[in-house]
């Protein structure tokens, strides 16, 4: 069965950094890309940034270029978002999520293969 596990988010205030990481299991990635997106209240679910697992290429949304980093263990499976210089409209619940990989990261939230549970973010300001 595979299971993406967020965890890692919280209250911070504005300024602040957390890193959320995403532990998989149940299947062999390598192939994949994993992608975290987030969803504020109200709000189409948005990408953030996604890394490819077998080489660690990184792409990201704009807003956050400079800010957040992602990063991968393949030894335990994990892939992290390291947020620091956080601001309230970065105020989300975050997933984690895999698809495999064809050469190119797809932003949209189409044809995502799993899922995680998503992990709660707020920024106070």
């Known amino acids: 069965q595979v299971q993406l596990v967020e965890s890692g988010g919280g209250l911070v205030q504005a300024g602040g950094s957390l890193r959320l990481s995403c532990a998989a299991s149940g299947r062999t990635f390598s192939s994949y890309y994993m992608g975290w997106f987030r969803q504020a209240p109200g709000k189409e679910r948005e990408f953030v940034a996604a890394i490819v697992w077998s080489s660690g290429s990184t792409a990201y949304v704009d807003s956050v270029k400079g800010r957040f980093t992602i990063s991968r263990d393949n030894a335990k499976n994990t892939v992290y978002l390291q947020m620091n210089s956080l601001k309230p409209e970065d105020t989300a619940s975050y997933y984690c999520?895999?698809?495999?990989?064809?050469?190119?990261?797809?932003?949209?939230?189409?044809?995502?293969?799993?899922w995680g549970q998503g992990t709660q973010v707020t920024v106070s300001s």
């Open positions: 999520a895999a698809r495999r990989y064809l050469g190119v990261v797809v932003t949209s939230t189409l044809g995502y293969d799993y």
